[in-house]
């Protein structure tokens, strides 16, 4: 389990292109001591089993269904990673409970500088994700905690504002028009969305108010 909160920036070293999959070697120098093989590490918010590890670089496999379902398979030598350490039992929660599972990959549509804050647009192509996105919701973008601003359902498209903290110390900085962004919807909001979706045709008054409220009605 991770919080979404950037622990350090890493480097691709080197990508190589596996029967199934691919290795991805990272270059880390602030949390290469902490990592031990079999470790977890959240790499852009996909939660990742460490396989090996050299003075300054450690290594994981990426299986083919993470392949295609994230932007890991956009990866190249130099580009960054946002990078985070599974969580300790003793760790503060600063951001949200996060899986480290990437649920879909959504397009940026819209970056604007907002007085010292980034609005980051972002549209999903899936309307079964809506009753998933509500304002003041938490959402993970490429492994980073954030909360969910504006929702435009009829567009399928969110806001979430970026403080300039986490804009300068973690990729979001590297955003642009049409960027593929890794997404993973709140835990919670996951399976509450299962059950609802499970009852749909027994629907109860209690349903009906809790499906109210989750769309913020």
Same mark, same amino acid.
Request: proline share 1%; with cysteine; glycine share 6%.
């Given at each position: 389990m991770f919080t979404g909160l950037i622990q350090e920036v890493g480097k691709i070293s080197q990508v190589t292109k596996l029967r199934s999959g691919? &290795?991805?070697s990272i270059y880390s120098q602030k949390l290469i001591d902490q990592i031990n093989i079999d470790d977890s590490v959240s790499i852009n918010g996909c939660c990742q089993t460490v396989v090996s590890i050299s003075d300054n670089s450690f290594s994981v496999n990426v299986v083919e269904s993470t392949v295609q379902? #994230?932007?890991l398979k956009y990866l190249s030598v130099g580009e960054q990673v946002n990078m985070e350490l599974a969580l300790l039992a003793t760790s503060r929660l600063g951001g949200h409970i996060v899986q480290g599972? *990437? &649920?879909? #990959?959504s397009k940026v549509v819209g970056?604007? @500088?907002v007085d010292n804050f980034y609005r980051v647009r972002i549209n999903y192509t899936n309307n079964n994700y809506q009753t998933m996105i509500i304002p003041e919701g938490s959402i993970t *973008?490429?492994? *980073?905690?954030? #909360?969910?601003?504006n929702v435009y359902d009829d567009v399928n498209e969110f806001d979430v504002y970026v403080i300039p903290h986490t804009w300068e110390f973690t990729t979001l900085k590297f955003l642009k028009i049409h960027s593929q962004v890794n997404i993973e919807f709140d835990v919670v909001a996951q399976y509450i969305n299962r059950v609802l979706c499970k009852r749909k045709s027994s629907f109860?008054? #209690?349903?009906? @108010?809790l499906i109210t409220?989750?769309?913020?009605?």
């Amino acid at each position: 389990m991770f919080t979404g909160l950037i622990q350090e920036v890493g480097k691709i070293s080197q990508v190589t292109k596996l029967r199934s999959g691919i &290795n991805l070697s990272i270059y880390s120098q602030k949390l290469i001591d902490q990592i031990n093989i079999d470790d977890s590490v959240s790499i852009n918010g996909c939660c990742q089993t460490v396989v090996s590890i050299s003075d300054n670089s450690f290594s994981v496999n990426v299986v083919e269904s993470t392949v295609q379902k #994230t932007n890991l398979k956009y990866l190249s030598v130099g580009e960054q990673v946002n990078m985070e350490l599974a969580l300790l039992a003793t760790s503060r929660l600063g951001g949200h409970i996060v899986q480290g599972h *990437v &649920n879909c #990959t959504s397009k940026v549509v819209g970056i604007k @500088k907002v007085d010292n804050f980034y609005r980051v647009r972002i549209n999903y192509t899936n309307n079964n994700y809506q009753t998933m996105i509500i304002p003041e919701g938490s959402i993970t *973008v490429n492994g *980073v905690s954030l #909360t969910i601003s504006n929702v435009y359902d009829d567009v399928n498209e969110f806001d979430v504002y970026v403080i300039p903290h986490t804009w300068e110390f973690t990729t979001l900085k590297f955003l642009k028009i049409h960027s593929q962004v890794n997404i993973e919807f709140d835990v919670v909001a996951q399976y509450i969305n299962r059950v609802l979706c499970k009852r749909k045709s027994s629907f109860s008054d #209690t349903d009906r @108010k809790l499906i109210t409220f989750l769309n913020g009605n």
